[in-house]
């Protein structure tokens, strides 16, 4: 078993960036109801996921698979292997929505195993959410590239206060966030969001379980 995942990883890790190489080259008071806990937490789990998302908006890269490429996520092979509900069920799930729904269920893991940190990572993704993604753009081709992150930088200097930049040079240096990091896809490995790709294969993954569709397509 352990052989078989760590062969489906591999393949499915190949697919996964040779798409990517091949479409990125061509181409975010008055009496109130009482809020309850619940609430509160769905609230927060709401808002840190569109946080996330204008963070590190790779449901944009999806979006453009799904555009550029009827096949995807499947290769021209492995598309003939598999029938047209099956193709389509495959591209639901590896979508902008799937993908949102996967960062929805990582932030309530998150908000569950670190409810300390909730309210920092709402505060601190606030602020800098913004600049993260305006160069997530602009180092991809996305959007207004480097304009965008231009202005996004003179926008938070503008209002930086020696109180914000202390918490945002702690959030970026301190090994407290470190759990916000891999929120974020930022792993160990690869600071600029090299988390995706484990985020993808994850995706494809559990899509093609739930679309009853055999890792055994992907082998050549």
Do not use: W
Not at 54 to 63: E, G, L
Not at 159 to 187: C, G, H, R
């Amino acid at each position: 078993m352990r052989a078989s995942m760590l062969k489906f990883r591999r393949i499915a890790s190949m697919v996964m960036f040779g798409l990517a190489v091949c479409f990125m080259g061509s181409a975010y008071a008055e009496s109130k109801p009482a809020v309850t806990e619940p609430q509160i937490q769905q609230s927060d789990a709401e808002r840190l996921t569109d946080l996330v998302l204008r963070s590190t908006p790779f449901d944009k890269i999806f979006q453009m698979f799904l555009n550029q490429n009827p096949n995807f996520p499947m290769t021209e092979e492995a598309v003939t292997k598999i029938d047209a509900a099956q193709l389509q069920c495959l591209r639901e799930r590896m979508s902008p929505a799937g993908f949102r729904e996967n960062r929805r269920q990582a932030v309530e893991q998150f908000i569950q195993q670190h409810p300390d940190q909730v309210q920092d990572a709402i505060q601190i993704l606030e602020q800098v959410g913004v600049v993260i993604g305006a160069y997530f753009e602009m180092v991809t081709g996305f959007g207004d590239g480097g304009d965008a992150a231009a202005e996004a930088v003179a926008a938070l200097s503008e209002n930086m206060t020696p109180e914000k930049e202390k918490q945002f040079a702690d959030f970026f240096t301190s090994d407290k966030y470190q759990p916000i990091y891999v929120l974020l896809l930022f792993d160990d490995d690869d600071a600029s969001g090299g988390g995706f790709d484990k985020v993808a294969v994850k995706m494809l993954s559990e899509a093609m379980n739930n679309c009853n569709v055999s890792v055994s397509v992907l082998e050549e």
